[in-house]
């Protein structure tokens, strides 16, 4: 089958590459997209290091096609950074020390964000079922679990009353 080209807005930025129509939406991103954010782990859905934002709902981007998504925005864990609820993640999981090696991390800051656009305050379960399709081999998820929590905190404080 002939290459596709697929258009995405990836962190902000529309871009558009040719892809094969059996290439992953992860393997896109990295390979034709220059994303390096998302990491392929498993390929099979299972450990969530490539979850990114789909059109502001967290997917595992191995498990999709990228000619699947044409047209739809990717946020990356890089791209959360400059907005509100990423950079609340980002010092939290710096604070509460939420990571270690770091392989994890975009998968989960991806699914959090997901999840505090949502819910504003989650409690400990929601934050659990949240990030049970994210694997972590370093931390033993309790101080991923403060530090979303504890970014919850920080962004609710921050609202004006």
């Not at 590459?17 to 390929?43: I, N, Q, W, Y």
């Not at 299972?46 to 000619?67: F, I, Y």
């Not at 991806?110 to 079922?129: F, H, I, M, T, Y």
């Amino acid at each position: 089958m002939p290459n596709t080209a697929v258009t995405l807005t990836i962190d902000g930025v529309e871009r558009t590459a040719s892809v094969e129509p059996r290439d992953l939406l992860v393997l896109a991103l990295r390979e034709k997209f220059g994303a390096t954010a998302p990491h392929v782990g498993c390929e099979s859905g299972r450990c969530g290091a490539c979850t990114v934002l789909l059109d502001g709902t967290p997917v595992k981007s191995c498990m999709m096609l990228a000619v699947q998504v044409n047209g739809s925005e990717v946020t990356t864990a890089a791209g959360l950074g400059p907005h509100r609820i990423g950079s609340a993640l980002q010092a939290a999981f710096k604070a509460a020390h939420g990571l270690q090696c770091g392989y994890c991390t975009p998968g989960m800051l991806a699914s959090a964000s997901g999840l505090l656009a949502k819910n504003p305050n989650p409690n400990e379960d929601e934050v659990r079922q949240a990030l049970r399709g994210n694997l972590c081999r370093c931390t033993g998820y309790q101080h991923i679990l403060d530090a979303v929590l504890l970014a919850a905190e920080n962004l609710r404080e921050a609202e004006p009353a």
